[in-house]
């Protein structure tokens, strides 16, 4: 899981008229205007020199803010991201602890596959009852599906997984299957494959790098993550600036990261129950997407319904 960005405004430095840097506590943001935020904002990336790449995200981002319900909000985050450098301490500290994840989910997977059947999602794949279709994900990149009973939905994703930990990555795959299907009638085989290829998603396991889709460098549960991800799931803590003073990620990152998450609206109770958020499992509303469901797979994905003494209720 990512970590919380620090509290905004806590040590973080604002900009005077003058230019000049100062430690200033942006809780006062709100009181000033937004043509004074903006102008802060211009100075910010003078300051720090920003790169022309960076600066065209800045000023794309700027655009949306002020098109958004609440400029003065977005405005403060965007201003938090250029004048947060980039933290190598940081960085080798998310690296060490991703890297300890890694080794412990990976004995802990040992421990369960002497115990546990690791079979389940495979078998369940290979049933000659399976009628798949072929979904595109991620990058063009294609999956299967058998989603004629949204209650009971199966996935069939293959992964090259490239790099350092490439090996260990391979070791959680019973348990990022198990991850994903605490969904209830979501099954995942994920086959790891040695080829890359239309229907085959390469990943790389570098740990220096910033855990993404793309990139699966800590352990079980950031795996699962990234895995639905693939299927086209997005974040559910889509909130603007989340990572704004996460000094451990690239400041061209973080900026990637606030451009994108104007295109998707936040869903308060999704974030706080989704493995995309802060939850431990997909939603419903995860898994129809993982599979390509139309608008009544949701719907049918919801408990049966009885009536009680007060009228409807769910079981």
Request: hydrophobic share 35%; proline share 6%; with cysteine.
């Amino acid at each position: 899981m990512n970590p919380p960005s620090p509290q905004l405004g806590a040590n973080r430095p604002a900009i005077a008229p003058t230019g000049d840097l100062g430690v200033v506590d942006l809780s006062t943001w709100p009181k000033v205007s937004t043509k004074e935020m903006v102008d802060r904002i211009k100075i910010a990336m003078d300051h720090v020199k920003l790169p022309a790449a960076e600066r065209l995200s800045v000023e794309e981002g700027v655009r949306k803010a002020l098109a958004s319900p609440n400029p003065s909000f977005y405005l403060q985050r965007l201003f938090t991201i250029i004048t947060t450098p980039e933290d190598p301490a940081q960085k080798t500290q998310l690296m060490q602890k991703a890297s300890a994840q890694l080794k412990a989910d990976v004995a802990a997977a040992n421990a369960q596959a002497k115990v546990a059947n690791t079979s389940v999602e495979e078998n369940d794949a290979k049933s000659a009852s399976r009628s798949w279709t072929t979904v595109k994900g991620y990058g063009g990149k294609t999956y299967d599906v058998d989603k004629r009973d949204p209650k009971n939905v199966f996935v069939k994703i293959r992964v090259h997984a490239t790099g350092p930990q490439a090996a260990d990555i391979k070791k959680l795959e019973d348990a990022i299957e198990k991850t994903l299907g605490k969904a209830g009638g979501f099954t995942v085989d994920i086959e790891f494959v040695e080829r890359d290829g239309d229907d085959v998603f390469t990943v790389g396991t570098d740990p220096t790098v910033w855990p993404n889709c793309l990139n699966w460098s800590a352990g079980t549960f950031v795996a699962a993550h990234e895995c639905l991800h693939l299927m086209n799931v997005e974040d559910a803590y889509n909130v603007p600036g989340r990572h704004a003073a996460n000094g451990a990620m690239p400041r061209d990152q973080r900026l990637s990261l606030f451009l994108h998450s104007f295109d998707h609206g936040y869903d308060k109770g999704r974030d706080r129950d989704s493995i995309m958020g802060h939850g431990d499992k997909p939603t419903d509303a995860d898994v129809c997407t993982a599979v390509g469901g139309d608008a009544s797979c949701v719907q049918q994905r919801l408990p049966p319904v009885k009536m009680g003494s007060v009228g409807l209720r769910k079981q």
